[in-house]
């Protein structure tokens, strides 16, 4: 089934709040799947000149949290972050950053998305990332 909400729909939700201000831009909505990326800016940084943590985690948790939302089940209101995890392999001065999430579980009362973080240029793997999310449903 392929979600009702598209790429352009979440990159206008996002204006104004944290994934539009990194300047985080969703690119595709796919079938259990999503795919986002950032450009680099000094803003991203952490005072050492590397891709600070928080930006990487931003980047994929908006990535699966938009996904999540896309393919919530029939009636459920929304849904809440309770798990999430993260590994960082590499990092990134500039360039544009890739996350491409996908969903492992999509349950009635659960999902469980993962995302690969990359540098596009590269290639190269910068993080790991799984959550879990609670849906929820109307009172």
């Not at 690119?27 to 990487?56: F, I, M, R, W």
């Not at 089940?73 to 360039?95: D, H, Q, V, W, Y």
Request: proline content about 4%; some cysteine; charged content about 20%.
């Amino acid at each position: 089934m392929q979600p009702k909400i598209t790429a352009d729909d979440f990159n206008r939700k996002g204006n104004g709040y944290l994934p539009g201000l990194l300047g985080i831009v969703i690119n595709k909505v796919g079938e259990q799947s999503l795919d986002a990326q950032l450009t680099v800016t000094p803003a991203h940084l952490a005072p050492n000149g590397y891709l600070h943590a928080g930006s990487v985690v931003t980047l994929a948790d908006t990535a699966c949290g938009y996904a999540c939302v896309a393919h919530l089940p029939e009636g459920a209101a929304n849904f809440t972050t309770i798990e999430l995890k993260s590994n960082f392999m590499g990092t990134a001065r500039e360039g544009v950053v890739e996350c491409e999430a996908r969903a492992v579980h999509l349950g009635r009362t659960t999902h469980v998305w993962d995302a690969l973080v990359r540098h596009r240029d590269t290639g190269k793997l910068i993080a790991t990332f799984r959550c879990t999310q609670m849906i929820l449903w109307p009172k």
